[in-house]
């Protein structure tokens, strides 16, 4: 005559049973995905595909100026905007792309007039950074703020002159590629 366990050990069972499940689906669901990625990788004669430099044109440059996470247009004295841009691939297949701060040229104007590029800081130390661009995923460049002042060939930081209240407009070049919009605020 066999005994039924008691209720709290088939609860335990069960219990275990549904965590073994889950790890097996779990590793079904990893495996299957390792292996549709290494196959959309692989070009038509079955090797790996190597991923190249982005194409002419297949990037995409936006520039950005606010608090460093949202937009902002209008600043007071106390505030320095910052500023940043993503790039986007908008081909089909992944790429690298120079992103890197040697590659960076930010240019801000008051109306047609430069005001502040930063190709008149200092720029020794700065390096090239090549990022691989998955398709339509923007990648987000770190923040960095504007003191409000204008640059010259002597600098463009602390001790130059400060820019006057005012509509201004940001623009950014990314490895030659120009940003698609300028982003416009309002110093008050």
Request: net charge positive; glycine share 8%; hydrophobic share 40%.
């Amino acid at each position: 005559m066999s005994r039924r366990p008691p209720p709290h050990i088939l609860r335990r069972r069960r219990v275990a049973g549904l965590i073994v499940l889950a790890i097996l689906v779990s590793l079904i669901w990893w495996g299957v995905s390792a292996l549709l990625a290494l196959f959309s990788s692989m070009g038509e004669d079955g090797k790996v595909a190597k991923i190249t430099d982005c194409a002419a044109g297949a990037v995409t440059v936006e520039a950005f100026a606010g608090d460093g996470v949202n937009r902002v247009s209008d600043y007071d004295l106390q505030t320095n905007p910052q500023l940043w841009f993503t790039v986007t691939n908008n081909g089909k297949v992944a790429c690298n792309f120079n992103a890197g701060p040697k590659a960076q040229i930010y240019t801000i104007k008051f109306g047609q007039e430069v005001i502040w590029t930063n190709e008149q800081c200092d720029r020794t130390g700065l390096n090239d950074a090549t990022i691989t661009l998955q398709p339509g995923k923007p990648e987000r460049a770190k923040p960095s703020p504007w003191l409000k002042v204008y640059s010259t060939a002597e600098g463009c930081g602390e001790g130059q002159a400060a820019a006057y209240p005012g509509v201004y407009s940001f623009s950014v070049k990314v490895n030659n590629v120009e940003s698609v919009n300028t982003e416009n605020f309002t110093l008050q």
